[in-house]
Structures are given as C-alpha cells and as structure tokens.
C-alpha cells in the first residue's frame, strides 16, 4: 500500500543544506500496524508529512496504492487525502463551538456530502469509538480522552483505508492514552492500514512493526512479537 524510494526532503538555510529526511525507502502493505519511532528533530514528522501528501519530497519517489504521488499538484494530492488517509494529531484539533458530531461530520461537508448522509456517517464513526452517547456534547464537556476518540472517528468519517497519527496519546494521561491505543489496535483488526508517529518506546511496542528513524534516516526496521 505505502512503498518508498530512496525519498529525501532538503531544505535549504543560508548555504546550509539540512537533510530532514535522506534516502529513506521502505514498504508498509495493506492492513499493517506500524510504529515510526524516533527523538525530537530525527526525521519521524517529515516522513509522516511525505507519507500523509501534506508535502512533497526534494527527491525519490512515493507510490500509494501504486499511485506515483510524489509529484502530484496540491488539488491532487488534497483529493488523495481525502479518500485515501485520516488524521489523528495530539492536539484533537476540534472546532469549540461545534458538538462531537458537527466535529466528525467536517470532512464531509468538505466532500459534499449530503446532510443526511453526513449525519448517518459521522453517528457510524462515533459508535465506532464507542462515543454515541456524548454526539452533542460540545469539546469542552468532554475529557482528553473523549475529544481524541472524538478526533479519530472525525479520521475515520470517509472510510479512508489508511490511518495516520502523530503522538496521539501526547496529550493524554496514562490511562487515557491506553484506551486510545486499544482503540487502534480494534480499528487495525477492523481492516485498517495504521501508522503511528511516536517517541515513545512503550507506545511503539504496541504496533506489529517498528522502524527506528534517526538523523532522517532508517536505522531499524523490527516486526513486534
């Protein structure tokens, strides 16, 4: 599903060249749970950039679903979002004034989406995440918890086969972050292709693949158990 090669970003600052990610080629297939796992500064959220097409790479080449995507304008590659991945960020990124199901219901008003249909698809995502019975509560009723299973069924609205998340447990306490992470392990046992983005070891090890990035390149590529 997610093929890589050799892809790089550089960037430029004066007449320094910064390698934020250098060389980098790996394959995730369909229905895989992977850990990308690396410090502060080592490459981890530029890979993620690259593999969720919110940017584009200096060099190589990406395929998603054996699209070359690597070169796609902004138009095509937003469409490629919007049916291929769904996004889970540590700041739940919910609207204040809109309730859990308005929150959910976002990217298909952005499809076009009837209104009906929106409300049916988004109440499907948030029985998914276990949250039917909080649909009109507004962000600041809902616990840490809650507002990131609010954010994930938002992710999984478009039925996207892909889910990306960047430290999604980051703003969370532990027992929080452990029902999320057992949140995602359903949703993997579901169908679903899930990439998380960590610095945590612990968080990592509960994916079924580790890959290991530091200085912006692979150095470990692991399957867990």
Known sequence: MIKTEALSKHYHIGDTIVKALDNVTLHIPAHSFVSIVGPSGSGKSTLMNLLGCLDTPTSGRYLLDGMEVSNMSDNQLAEIRNRK????F???????????????ELPLIYSGVSKKERRSL?????????????SSHLPSELSGGQQQRVAIARALVTRPPIILADEPTGNLDSHSGRDILKLFQKLHEMGNTIVLITHDEYIAGQAQ?????????????????
């Open 90 to 104: 540590q700041g739940f990124n919910l609207v204040p004034k809109l309730t859990a199901l308005e929150n959910v």
């Open 122 to 134: 988004a109440a499907e995502a948030l029985e998914k995440v276990g949250l039917t019975d909080r």
């Open 209 to 225: 693949r580790i890959i290991r990035i530091l200085d912006g390149q692979i150095v470990d590529d692991v399957e867990v158990g």
């Open 85 to 88: 991945i769904g996004f889970v």
